[in-house]
């Protein structure tokens, strides 16, 4: 269902932040930027003085998720292209290093890690000036609690996201007072994780379960929750893994979209089985909105309404599939065919394959927009849900409960294909295990998990080793040397780097 309410709204936001909205680097000490006094823009210092400026601050937390730095290339290269899945695509000459992420040569100075990194902060650095200055503001006590939940749920997916990529990174849950806290070391990642999930526990209990129509999209209960069992699974909490997905599953407030591909197409956003999106809008009036790159940047390349053609799926992944598994199509355009929307893709062209998942019918293109900017990102699906409730059961020693939750998955995924995939009947832990691990592959294809499934699941070298993918070395990526140099030494480099 869409909101364009609220989609416009935490664009608007972002409008009135002046010089709160600017990057708080962890580990810089140079502030000179500041000096610069946006135009337009409500200045820092006359804001967070009521209830309408602690709206305008969330808002504009949400905004920023959709950015180009959390959503485009430097996501696509920390979380996509180094797994099996992926590939680099548009054309051998554009955007080369790229190719240094599915190699695993890449060095620290890459600019994309640097992009990636500082996107993470910008939402962190968002989340902790609602953490510090809503508390002080007159206003309504439960929306107020709300607010501070949900901004602990943004500092915890950022967090999340920046310590499967790097591991270790500077914790930061207030904001610098001075310039003597602007530079602080990396903390290790078992602390990174606690407080991961500390921000989750404390969200969850104040979050509600759904929202009104004005305000879909934002974190809910189940977000946390859902999220909180992901950040377990990391860490092999499995009781807990289990525990977290199952009070999801009992809240009630999720069921399996019926139609896989039609899962993903702009009519269909925010549906059944969305437990959260990155909340994306195109609004013809209002190019400012409309700024999502998200699907511009992977969409079919040299049509009109298709994008750069970058992110490609690969062969491996075109055969994961078993036969007449109808995902496979649903998640690969494929050159030569007809979408169930109806666009013809040329047959010759830069790649023989695109990301369906991010695509947007060519119809809905408008011109001097960005093609697509209108789709959401699926962030957590109840499909993921009941995996990970299947793997932490089969962990546990409970493989029929692991069985319901795994056919649940491929029940939806069956539908009407005329091809019945088999139901899985093992009940070994070990042969469960790669049958759970499997349909997470293809259930979860291009939906930037893979490769840090794979590190997870202790398999890196096995699947991405002929890649270039080396133990003790590649379970995470370079801290990007620039914010080593800005630090004057406090951060240290990843080993191997």
Sequence with gaps: MKNIGFKNNVKQAGLYLGLLSLLIVPSSCDQSFLDTDPQGKQAGTVFWQNEGDATKAVNAMYANLRGWNNTAFAAIALESVGSDDAEKGSTPSDATFFNDYDNFSVGSGDGQLGGFWSGQYQNINYANQVLDNIPAISMDET?????????KFIRAYSYFRLVRAFGDVPLRLKLPKDATEYNIPRTPKAEVYAA????????????????????????????ALSLHAKVSMYQQK???????????????QYSLFPNYEALFRVANENSTESIFEIQNELLPNNKDVSNSQYSQVQGVRGVTGGGWGFN???TALANAYE?????????II?????????DAIPAVGDNPMYNQKSYVPFALYTTGFNEGSQQNVRVLRYAEVLLMNAEAANELGNSAQALISLELVRARARGTSKTILPKVTPTDKAALRTAIWNERHVELAMEFDRYFDVIRQGRGEAVFGSKGWKAGKNEVWPIPQNEIDLSAGVLVQNPGY
Excluded: C, H, N
């Excluded at 929306?143 to 901004?151: D, V």
């Design 238 to 252: 499995w009781q807990q893994v289990f525990d977290l997905t199952t009070q999801v599953i009992s809240s009630g």
């Design 143 to 151: 929306l107020k609690a709300r607010y501070l939940a949900e901004a």
């Design 312 to 314: 490609t799926p690969t």
């Design 196 to 223: 991961i999930e500390k921000d989750l526990t404390e969200a969850a209990a104040v979050l509600p379960l759904s929202y009104g129509s004005s305000d879909i999209g934002r974190a809910t209960k189940g977000a």
């Design 334 to 342: 494929f050159r030569g065919e007809t979408t169930p929307s109806g």
């Design 323 to 331: 036969a007449g598994d109808p995902r496979r199509d649903a998640t």
